[in-house]
């Protein structure tokens, strides 16, 4: 049987989530709107697809490329809110043992369920060995006490994976999973935002939460081995998820513009062009992973460019219009508010390319970078 191009992959996923574009692009709007709508989002079409994203260790990673960036081309707000088991999949598939991947996967399957990746703290953004917040062991399991910040989905998370640190050390930190639905200890808020309000971006109050032994991620795995499983891989993985996000934006934002007649085909053109180039390099990094290559920082510089794409694609749109054509038309500033956002998400522009850099300088450059 004849391998899947990613053109054949693309066009099989437009048309297998074309029902979800109209309500889904609705709800988006209203997500923004009123982020409490996001749980409104089980009842789309195709949604049970998407929630179970990621459930099977050997889900296609390109598939999954190619499916948000059709989200992103319906709303930014959908993408972003929709629930699954999103980046704690990847944390259960590296550290979860069988019975724990087994209660999870039989969570996220019985109906769209929301989880988040509790990693980041106000004093030291995602850099895992200056965590603040601690596990400490207790008779029977653990006792969490910390704080998170700038956490996708909190507010609205059926299941959480929170990081702390159990012990001095790079070796220290350690993944935790659970439902927090009830959980003394637990609290968690949303944080105001300005654009894409379907992040839930929260902040997580964690207060003598009581666990037990089983809820404690990677026992079984050696302290080395579950510190190289857990945080990086997972970021890296999601980071081209993220720039298709940001590149279905830019698609459905230059189709638009097409259709009002705002800018000509030639115009578009280039910006088509560029869109469709970081698309194919993210399904390439995709398809890398599923072939079993260690992602590393080329996801980020992908995410970082495809995002500069998106924004200077709407920024250009915006140069060239007058202004009683921004007032008549709020989608023009909600491209704008929404494309500025990805920035600050898996990381900022700067950071990406010093990291790449550094990697570059060490081992080369990436053959098609």
Not at 22 to 38: K, M
Not at 245 to 260: I, S, Y
Request: contains cysteine; neutral net charge; glycine residues 8%.
């Amino acid at each position: 049987m004849s391998r899947e191009t990613h053109p054949q992959l693309l066009a099989r996923v437009r048309e297998e989530f074309a029902a979800l574009h109209a309500p889904g692009r609705a709800i988006g709007q209203a997500i923004s709107e009123d982020p409490d709508a996001t749980r409104t989002l089980s009842g789309l079409p195709c949604i049970t697809r998407i929630s179970r994203l990621g459930l099977a260790a050997d889900d296609s990673m390109a598939e999954r490329v190619a499916i948000y960036e059709t989200l992103g081309h319906a709303d930014p707000n959908l993408a972003a809110a929709v629930p699954g088991p999103v980046m704690t999949g990847f944390v259960l598939h590296a550290l979860a043992d069988r019975s724990q991947l087994s209660a999870c996967q039989d969570l996220f399957a019985a109906a769209p369920s929301w989880s988040c990746f509790a990693l980041t703290e106000r004093n030291c953004g995602t850099d895992a060995t200056a965590l603040e917040t601690t596990a400490v062991a207790v008779d029977g399991g653990w006792k969490l006490d910390g704080h998170k910040y700038m956490v996708g989905q909190g507010v609205v998370a059926d299941y959480i994976v929170v990081f702390a640190r159990t012990g001095p050390g790079p070796l220290g930190v350690e993944a935790f999973g659970f439902c927090p639905a009830a959980q003394p200890g637990f609290s968690a808020s949303r944080l105001p935002l300005t654009g894409l309000a379907g992040t839930n971006l929260s902040q997580i109050s964690l207060q003598g939460v009581l666990l037990p032994d089983s809820a404690r991620l990677g026992a079984h795995l050696k302290p080395s081995e579950r510190a190289r499983r857990s945080v990086s891989a997972t970021l890296d993985a999601m980071r081209p998820c993220l720039g298709a996000v940001a590149l279905g934006h830019g698609r459905a934002v230059l189709e638009r513009a097409e259709a009002e007649q705002l800018v000509s085909r030639e115009w578009a053109a280039p910006y088509k062009l560029r869109l469709a180039a970081l698309l194919n390099w993210a399904l390439r990094i995709a398809a890398a992973r599923d072939a079993g290559t260690v992602l590393a920082r080329e996801a980020g510089l992908m995410k970082q460019s495809a995002t500069a794409a998106a924004e200077a694609l709407v920024s250009a749109l915006w140069a060239r219009l007058t202004p009683e054509a921004l007032v008549s038309r709020p989608w023009l500033r909600r491209a704008w508010r929404d494309a500025g956002a990805f920035e600050y998400m898996e990381g900022l522009s700067a950071i990406h390319r010093v990291n790449a850099a550094g990697e570059f300088r060490a081992s080369g450059r990436p053959a098609g970078v």
